[in-house]
């Protein structure tokens, strides 16, 4: 079950900092395609070409790693300061996408793009946080599970790999394809594409989420679940839409040998099995290593002779088919009776990619957190360590416990340390936030060694050119990566749910639970 967090304000100790003159401001006025900004040295000598953050956590593996950030570093991220707040249309309980130079009526701006709860899709000045677009398919006439709350989203938006289009969840059942410059909506070749027909019990809870794969094909992934308390008749399932023909595949996690859009009983076609909800905020990650797409479910059965997937993770090939009404491959906890009769969902999360050194006997290696506050190690290549779908056990070496403590709802941020390649996660709950080292044994076995932890509890955590970020209710920090030391603060945000900070072109950008946009820069 997705439960909604009563985060506890954070108890940090402030800091205290000078802040010299400002001389870095955002450029949003026609014509303006590149912008002049500070580097870390101070100087103002060079134009640096924009960036974009197309997705959640920047890209199709959801790493939260922005590896072309330039601007804000370590030396001077102290500096940063307030540069505007605005109200959005309602909430936006997910994290912004971002679009530098693009064509709009104002000019050439850089745009913010958000989705928020009432299905809105926002197109902002990234400079000025004034609206250029939007529009709304909202709840309508649909209720919660045919009740009385109207039905909401926590999902993100996606830009399109070529750039023209930006694509937005609905409160009406669909994923919508507006024109990224002036929205105009596309509703040709088969757009707006269906993603559920119970969107009163199913819920587009996961961000948008884009790949190409390796034959240079690029998808659209929308996942869905169910709403707070488990009820309703929704199966968990993910839509793959191919973006060169705009066709579509559905991937079930109960009754996976049916590939189709279920509608609510006793209507057909139907499942009879319920629950198995993908809902982690990135819905769907890609690994190109394997070229394959990899998703986890929430509590749900586990009987893959009756194809039904709850409590797993589970690959499929790039167009989002498997194999023989199976997925391609997966990973089930032998605890899985457990936690799904405890309500331990172990998809809370998404598995996070983890680079591995030379030396490591697993190459395509993958940390997967779950509400039963372990964190688990697995092969993205063999799931399970048996060559196929349906095994249950196979991580690598002992689950090991969160070391903040606390169930896992977000997205954990993977880095590569640039002074000595080491790798690193970082795992954000309710209780605090953890730095994580992989270590590998001169057998070749991977594991995890907690290195810091605090406190402090938070949403999902960003890294910025080796600077780590993570927003809890009522403050957003920054942190030196490797030792947890606070090198920046600001107590001026709302409370935070699902939202999730990003950090681009020397700007970071936060929502919260008050409906407000917040930008911070030099």
């Known amino acids: 079950m997705e439960m909604r967090l009563a985060w506890l304000n954070a108890k940090r100790s402030p800091i205290v900092f000078v802040i010299g003159a400002m001389v870095v401001y955002s450029l949003a006025f026609a014509g303006v395609a590149r912008c002049k900004v500070l580097n870390q040295g101070g100087s103002r000598n060079h134009e640096t070409p924009n960036a974009n953050w197309l997705q959640f956590n920047f890209n199709a593996e959801h790493s939260g790693n922005n590896t072309e950030e330039t601007k804000i570093g370590t ?52 400079g000025t946080g004034k609206i250029i677009w939007e529009h709304q398919y909202g709840p309508g006439k649909y209720k919660i ?43 040709t070749g088969g757009w707006p594409e269906l993603c559920t027909l119970k969107p009163f019990n199913e819920k587009g809870s996961s961000a948008l989420a884009v790949a190409t794969a390796k034959d240079g094909t690029s998808y659209l992934y929308v996942t869905n679940g169910g709403y707070l308390g488990d009820r309703g008749d929704y199966q968990g399932h993910v839509t793959t839409i191919n973006l060169s023909t705009d066709k579509q595949h559905v991937f079930n996690a109960n009754c996976s040998n049916d590939a189709v859009h279920f509608v609510e009983r006793p209507g057909k076609p139907d499942c009879s099995a319920v629950q198995s909800a993908i809902w982690a905020r990135p819905g769907v990650i ?48 032998a605890n899985h009776h457990f936690l799904n009769r405890a309500d331990l969902d172990l998809g809370s999360t998404a598995p996070a990619i983890l680079p591995t050194p030379t030396k490591c006997s697993v190459r395509n290696l993958a940390v997967q957190g779950g509400k039963d ?16 779908p349906g095994h249950v056990g196979g991580e690598i070496g002992r689950p090991i416990d969160v070391p903040q403590g606390g169930m896992v709802f977000t997205q954990a941020a993977v880095w590569v340390n640039p002074m000595d390649h080491s790798t690193w996660v970082f795992v954000a709950t309710f209780s605090g936030l953890s730095a994580l080292k992989l270590q590998v044994s001169p057998r070749g076995m991977p594991s995890l060694k907690t290195v810091w932890r605090n406190g402090d509890e938070g949403s999902s955590p960003i890294i910025a050119n080796n600077v780590l970020y993570c927003a809890g209710s009522h403050d957003i920090s ?6 947890g030391k606070v090198l920046w603060q600001s107590r001026s945000i709302g409370r935070i749910h699902w939202e999730s900070p990003i950090v681009v072109n020397g700007v970071l950008y936060i929502t919260d639970e008050s409906g407000h946009l917040t930008a911070y820069g030099l």
Do not use: C
């Open 75 to 126: 030396g001077n991220v102290g500096k940063l300061h307030e540069l505007y707040r605005v109200s959005l249309p309602d909430i936006a309980d997910g994290a912004p996408v971002y679009l530098s130079d693009v064509h709009t009526r104002f000019g050439v701006v850089n745009v913010l793009y958000l989705t928020t709860k009432d299905g809105h899709i926002v197109a902002l000045d990234a």
């Open 145 to 187: 599970n045919n009740g009385y709350q109207a039905i909401y989203t926590t999902s993100s938006p996606a830009v399109d790999p070529d750039l023209k289009y930006v694509y937005s969840y609905g409160l009406d059942g669909y994923v919508h394809k507006y024109k990224s410059g002036d929205g105009e909506e596309i509703k």
């Open 286 to 333: 890609y690994d190109p290593a394997t070229d394959r797409i990899y998703m986890a479910t929430g509590n749900g059965t586990f009987d893959p002779k009756r194809h039904d997937w709850g409590d797993t993770i589970f690959s499929l090939k790039p167009d989002g088919t498997g194999v023989d009404g199976n997925p391609v491959d997966s990973y089930t906890p």
């Open 373 to 388: 506050m372990k964190l688990r190690l697995v092969d993205l290549a063999d799931l399970s360590g048996r060559h196929g």
């Open 478 to 483: 920054a942190f030196d990566p490797t030792t």
